[in-house]
């Protein structure tokens, strides 16, 4: 069978596989911890069902806009200016399938053959895959954990070329959890002012799972912000991974381009998904502060059952809900005769011998390091960190 040689440019999301992976033990009766998948485990907040059981009722069936219902837009326009102090018009925002939706349509109407996208490293798995899927050329920049992983203005301006059209980056960032400061990001858009032509992709998808303070935005800075595009959706900060709705927000002329992506690609996100967004976006915050909370308090617990695991070190995440430690120091050990050669190898026997899953670093440009996620209740944080110290001290 012959089939498109599209498909050998991009690979399966590590996260989803290792989840599958997991549900494939589960099913043949094993106790599996899962630590590998980025979502929240908390339910979506009432008032938001309630919205979205009305608008069923109320028979929102047909199809919406392609860019999203209007009033769903100004209600994203609201949120931006409320949270974010960032002026943004209806016509300015394109409602998607979930924020990878966002992030394929913008990188499709950005990115042509031979373009050269920057991406910092660690970076969330998809970003590649996509601009990979529109025949950019993809040149990441290694960062570092000595820089809490945050690319430094000399680093960008160094990876920059002539071909340089995009950057993507994550902040919070997943898989890292570091955040960008005001002052960081500040540095970058004095690079990127003596390069007019490249875009900016700022994914803010975890905006609300900050530990340290407000969220701060590359688009606040006027004379960058008709080439930024701000991704961000309701998937972590609501817990509504499921229902699949992000937006992005940008200049006219890219929210044209992406409606016009989207509008061939899925005819625009689903209706019911949308009235129930117009609730998570307008209401109060309580729900989603009362969820940070508690993922904050697993993270300083994550932090310290980190510490009691030998030769593993790692930087304390600021927001998102993933830490992602250095583990290349159990590279070369083995375990019945095996050779754990790298984090692949790792996350794989974590998997199929202590029942914990983790995902590895490869999956985000960062060998060294595997994910691990503290999106699950603290009794199976606990277990599952056992788990992985019990599964470690087996290799010698
Ligand atoms: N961006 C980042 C950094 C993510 O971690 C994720 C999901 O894991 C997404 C985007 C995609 O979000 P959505 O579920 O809204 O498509």
């Known amino acids: 069978m012959q089939l498109s040689s599209l498909l050998l440019r991009f690979a399966e999301p590590e996260t989803l596989k290792m989840a599958k992976l997991g549900r494939e033990l589960t099913v043949k009766g094993i106790d599996i911890i899962g630590l590998s998948l980025g979502e929240p485990?908390?339910?979506?907040?009432?008032?938001?069902k309630d919205a979205a059981k009305t608008a069923i009722d109320e028979n929102w069936s047909h199809y919406p806009p392609v860019a999203g219902y209007l009033d769903v837009r100004e209600a994203v326009c609201n949120k931006l200016k409320r949270d974010n102090d960032l002026?943004?018009?209806?016509d300015q925002i394109v409602i998607g399938t979930g924020a990878k939706q966002n992030i394929a349509n913008t990188v499709l109407s950005i990115v042509d053959e031979g373009d050269e996208v920057i991406i910092p490293t660690p970076?969330?798995?998809?970003?590649?895959?996509?601009?990979?899927?529109a025949?950019?050329?993809?040149?990441?920049?290694?960062?570092?954990?000595?820089?809490?992983?945050?690319?430094?203005?000399?680093?960008?301006?160094?990876?920059?070329?002539?071909?340089?059209?995009?950057?993507?980056?994550?902040?919070?960032?997943?898989?890292?959890?570091?955040?960008?400061?005001?002052?960081?990001?500040?540095?970058?858009?004095?690079v990127f002012d003596k390069f007019p032509r490249i875009f900016i992709i700022s994914d803010e998808i975890y905006e609300y799972i900050n530990f340290v303070g407000k969220h701060e935005?590359?688009?606040?800075?006027?004379?960058?912000?008709?080439?930024?595009?701000?991704?961000?959706?309701?998937?972590?900060?609501?817990?509504?991974?499921?229902?699949r709705l992000g937006y992005s927000a940008s200049s006219t002329e890219i929210a044209k381009a992406c409606e016009k992506v989207q509008g061939q690609f899925t005819s625009g996100a689903n209706a019911v998904t949308q009235r129930a967004a117009i609730a998570a976006l307008n209401s109060s915050l309580k729900p989603t502060n009362e969820m940070v909370k508690q993922f904050k308090i697993r993270k300083q617990i994550v932090m310290k059952l980190l510490k009691d695991i030998p030769l593993i070190s790692c930087i304390e995440p600021d927001g998102a809900f993933y830490v992602f430690p250095e583990v290349d120091k159990y590279f070369g050990k083995k375990y019945n005769g095996d050779v754990i050669k790298d984090a692949d190898d790792l996350c794989m026997y974590l998997l199929n011998e202590a029942?914990?899953?983790?995902?590895?670093?490869?999956?985000?440009g960062e060998p060294k390091c595997i994910r691990i996620s503290f999106a699950n209740s603290m009794e199976n944080i606990e277990e599952g960190f056992k788990r992985i110290k019990q599964g470690l001290s087996k290799l010698t």
């Open 355 to 364: 029942h914990v899953s983790t995902v590895t670093g490869s999956a985000f």
């Open 87 to 90: 002026d943004y018009t209806p």
């Open 217 to 243: 935005s590359i688009a606040q800075f006027e004379s960058l912000k008709s080439r930024v595009i701000i991704i961000n959706g309701l998937s972590k900060g609501f817990a509504m991974t499921g229902w």
């Open 135 to 190: 025949k950019g050329k993809v040149k990441f920049v290694n960062t570092t954990p000595e820089n809490k992983y945050k690319i430094t203005p000399e680093e960008l301006e160094s990876a920059i070329t002539y071909k340089t059209k995009l950057f993507i980056f994550s902040s919070p960032c997943n898989p890292t959890g570091v955040i960008y400061t005001k002052e960081e990001l500040k540095a970058l858009a004095d």
């Open 41 to 48: 485990d908390f339910d979506t907040p009432q008032h938001i």
């Open 123 to 133: 970076y969330w798995v998809s970003y590649s895959a996509i601009a990979g899927l």
